[in-house]
């Protein structure tokens, strides 16, 4: 049968897609040093499109990779209610993947401890968390290749910021704290709304989250509303606030960890005075009135200039 003229642009835009993806992912894991020769790769395959995906394209480049490797797809079994058990492990034979699925009722554990009503995400997470790192260990896995993509690094960037006073975000590469574990995010370059509209063509067997994802009033879900308007108002905003987590100038921010201020167009080697020295005068009839010191505050136009942006 002879493909329409429509069918075949639409093919050519699957494969335009697919191809984007693969060059992301693959650009993403040579910047970051995330696989090397050898390793043994947990792929955490949540059941959802952004997991689907990482496991997609990660087999699509093992194909033809410049190093070996190996790959397991690990799938945590929460026992949320009705959760589908039979769908992924069928999904995955088919597909003569490697997988194991574990098996902790994490989902009592939140619906008891958290009270109604209150955030389950944070628990859940960290619940979660524990179990695959345990499995890592157990099984002598060298990476954990999670499906966070380029929409989650930007959303966790202006949680930390609005929420927690800090500049973080989630890194394309992260050692674990207690320092076993390497966790990576091929998908860091990666938009949201491609790889949606990937698993849609793909017809992955997508798993909704009915625990956390279906609770309202998030911070995540705040940021994520706020970066989609952004987005719709200014295309290409989103990537610019990516951009900007590679291009950190620590002397133009003011982390006295990561920049020595002290020493900046220091004059003399004599000790500066501290805080105490400074507050130790007479205090101005303001200071009096509300009992603390009135900071000193600059008005240059660099601050101008970046108040009239985040106004805008």
């Known amino acids: 049968m002879t493909m329409t ?11 335009k897609l697919a191809k984007r993806l693969r060059r992301q992912v693959g650009q ?20 959802g499109k952004d997991s689907h995906t990482l496991l997609d394209i990660l087999l699509q480049l093992k194909a033809r990779a410049p190093v070996e490797f190996e790959l397991v797809a690990v799938n945590l079994d929460q026992k949320q209610p009705g959760f589908p058990e039979e ?24 619906q008891r401890v958290v009270p109604e009503g209150k955030t389950q995400c944070s628990l859940c997470s960290r619940l979660r968390r524990g179990a695959l790192y345990t499995h890592a260990v ?13 929409d989650d690094l930007a959303a966790t960037f202006l949680m930390n910021l609005f929420f927690h006073a800090k500049l973080a975000s989630m890194p394309p590469k992260l050692l674990s704290d207690d320092g076993r574990h390497v966790v990576i995010r091929p998908l860091a370059y990666c938009r949201e709304s491609d790889i949606a509209r990937y698993a849609e063509q793909r017809g992955f067997p997508i798993i909704p989250c009915n625990l956390c994802g279906s609770q309202p009033n998030l911070q995540r879900k705040q940021a994520e509303r706020l970066l989609a308007e952004w987005d719709r108002a200014t295309p290409g905003r989103v990537d610019q606030i990516v951009r900007a987590l590679g291009d950190v100038r620590p002397s133009q921010l003011a982390d006295r960890s990561l920049f020595d201020f002290h020493a900046l167009g220091r004059r003399s080697q004599a000790a500066l005075p501290d805080t105490h020295a400074w507050l130790a005068g007479e205090p101005t009839a303001r200071d009096e009135e509300e009992g603390v010191p009135v900071p000193i505050r600059s008005t240059t136009t660099q601050a101008d200039d970046g108040l ?5």
Do not use: W
Not at 138 to 150: D, N, P, S, V
């Open 5 to 15: 003229a429509s069918a075949r642009k639409q093919e050519f835009e699957n494969h």
């Open 28 to 47: 993403a894991i040579a910047d970051f040093g995330m696989i090397e020769e050898g390793d043994k790769v947990m792929v955490c395959l949540s059941g």
């Open 87 to 110: 769908v992924l492990p069928a999904y995955l034979r088919a597909l003569g993947v490697d997988f194991t699925i574990l098996e902790q009722d994490t989902y009592s554990v939140v």
């Open 138 to 150: 157990e099984q002598g896995f060298t990476k954990i290749a999670l499906g966070h993509h380029r």
């Open 308 to 312: 009239s942006i985040l106004s805008g």
